[in-house]
């Protein structure tokens, strides 16, 4: 069994690499919801969605979110009414959110709602959200406080991020079955998602970080800065306002504390920074990082996969522990 | 001021013939919303919807409900998730169902929806649900109680109606401005919606039938049954099955109780049967009935309107109250 922690676009690639390379039913993906909302009365959730239609072969994929071929006719008759069309919903889009909130409202979990979903769709691998309970990325700017979706999509991440809230993650609950999933894996991966928004909320649940410091398994992340920018989205710009390094080994020193992280793959781009990472406390893969297609993500998920099978090796009478760990 | 009340295609048709026949802000249409149900966790009104967007100029001209070109993207999805698709809702469509539940849910009346609605679709006809309290209508058939929505849509009306339940109609209260409507009005028209399920729930609204009694006003009803057929919907086996004459002259007998109706409008076709008619104590106008496009609305609503005129005109002195009309 494998774990993934993952966020949007990124996360999804990867995953589905995983669900490629390990036979069917052995992949549990963990998906960040703090960047969920409410728009026009319905639940919106950006990462599990984009993780789900991804898992699915439904993801668009140029944009790499929304359903491939979607159309926007729903939100089209929304602006009729006056009503801002600012968070691109597509018509096939909005059946995920319509009958989810209808199924929130009986009274399920997400959880329940998503492995729903997951079935009716085929897939295979096992999509957690990280919690069912309310949490909420705020981000704080020079304009003060914002919602996530309000600074990321309406305000087109223009603004210096100054610091990150996840409202509500210290009451949140992992959902049943993460903890005894990552205790029991082989190994869990970090995938290429933003450290901050999109891992970050995730480590924030609590029980999720000691989980993943007391697992077997070695922790392996693989890094979504290359070449000093972010593949997609902004946390290059995220962790240069924040004060880290704009680089995989910024990246690096943001999973190093307490051994977090055992391995970290980074492109062949930054081969440079290979030793100053490995300087942090983690073994370091080169390889392409850059997803395009099914079979690029394939390839980097048996390399990941590999790359966590070697560090395993190396260590087999030394799990990782909390107790273990320096500050 | 003009009063109409409604139900779905062909009471919109009227509406809108009204609507282009009178100033702009004379009309006040009540429409039915027994029919009235959830789907999906959305709130479906389809008789409300067929006149805000018949009034709009949105409606799909063919089939009368709906939007024009609407695409069917959303439920499409909902398939997708192994949900049934048996209420066929457009792209569009599902933006009205969206928005006004949301609105609900905020604690919005109906009323106010729907007042929000046609502004933004610069409906200058003031559209009213016959009330804001749930009121659901059941046929009873040989196969048992059905939801409406169940007989008609998912059943494609095929059971024999037997009898009639508009459940919650006794504690349901007409909206602020309907009973105050009817009483200024020159006018109130009884659409050709169906008798028994489009106009009966408006009429089993308490106060109403008082209000259309009390009215100074004539009351002048166009009927849906033409050459012994209903042009749209089961009306006609409706009226069968719960023994009254498919005909004119059967919905006559109908509105014809408590004098509750002054005058008829009725097809050409159904011209022999004018003097049976009229012996039931109202008087009758025969024109063609049949709406195709806009002119020939307009050109009904003028004639409705002209004979409403000549009604008032015979009978000036001598409204008719609740109190001096017979059982």
Redesign the interface.
Known sequence: MIVALAGGVGGAKLAQGLALALPAGDLTVVANTADDFDL???RICPDLDTVLYTLAGLADPVQGWG?AD??F??????A????EPWFRL???????H??R??RL??GATLTQVIA??AA??GVQTRLLPMTDDPVATFVDTPEGRLGFQDYFVARRQADDVLGVVFAGADAARLPIGVAAAMAEAELIVICPSNPIVSIGPILAVPGLRQALLAARAPVVAVSPIVGGKALKGPADRMLATLGHEVSAAGVASLYAPDGLVDGLVIDVQDRALATRIESLGMRVLVTPTIMGGAEDRRRLAEETLGFGRTLATENPSAPLAAGEVGA
């Open positions: 026009y009365g319905l359903i979607d159309t006719h729903t939100l089209g008759a929304i009729r009414y006056g009503r597509g018509d096939q889009d909005f059946a995920t319509v009958l909130t209808e409202r009986q729903e979903f009716a769709l």
